[in-house]
């Protein structure tokens, strides 16, 4: 069973950078590789899948509207990611989820939360203009 926590986030100004990390704290050891990433939900919309990677290698996607901007990246000896997060809009803002647990099957990670079996709580990003 994974247990995903988020940390980092906060409120910055626009243009500035923010950092987030995942990491699993589940007590099992897992051998599985997975799809692990971020998605975001600003209040009144839909939850947004913006980065993702394959625990193997490979697998990256990233949504249209952070592309350039963020970056993901594993933290193998924490099974988690990171999401540095630059040049940042006041759209940005939202609440942030560490999720876990799909298959790429060859290509880049899903976006889709229904294919994700591992969530976190979730971190406030607020990006003020």
């Known amino acids: 069973q994974m247990q995903l926590r988020e940390l980092g986030g906060g409120s910055v100004q626009a243009g500035r950078s923010l950092s987030l990390s995942c990491e699993d704290f589940?007590?099992?050891?897992?051998?599985?590789?997975?799809?692990m990433g971020w998605f975001r939900q600003a209040p009144g919309r839909e939850r947004e899948g913006i980065a993702f990677?394959?625990?193997?290698?490979?697998?990256?996607y990233y949504a249209d509207s952070v592309k350039g901007r963020f970056t993901i990246s594993q933290h193998s000896a924490k099974n988690g990611v990171y999401l540095q997060m630059y040049s940042l809009k006041p759209e940005d803002t939202a609440m942030y989820f560490c999720?876990?647990?799909?298959?790429?099957?060859?290509?880049?990670?899903?976006?889709?939360?229904?294919?994700?079996?591992?969530w976190g709580q979730g971190t406030q990003v607020t990006v003020s203009s």
């Open positions: 990677l394959y625990t193997g290698g490979g697998g990256i």
């Open positions: 589940g007590v099992t050891q897992r051998r599985r590789t997975y799809c």
């Open positions: 999720a876990a647990g799909a298959t790429p099957y060859g290509g880049p990670c899903p976006d889709r939360d229904d294919m994700y079996d591992y």
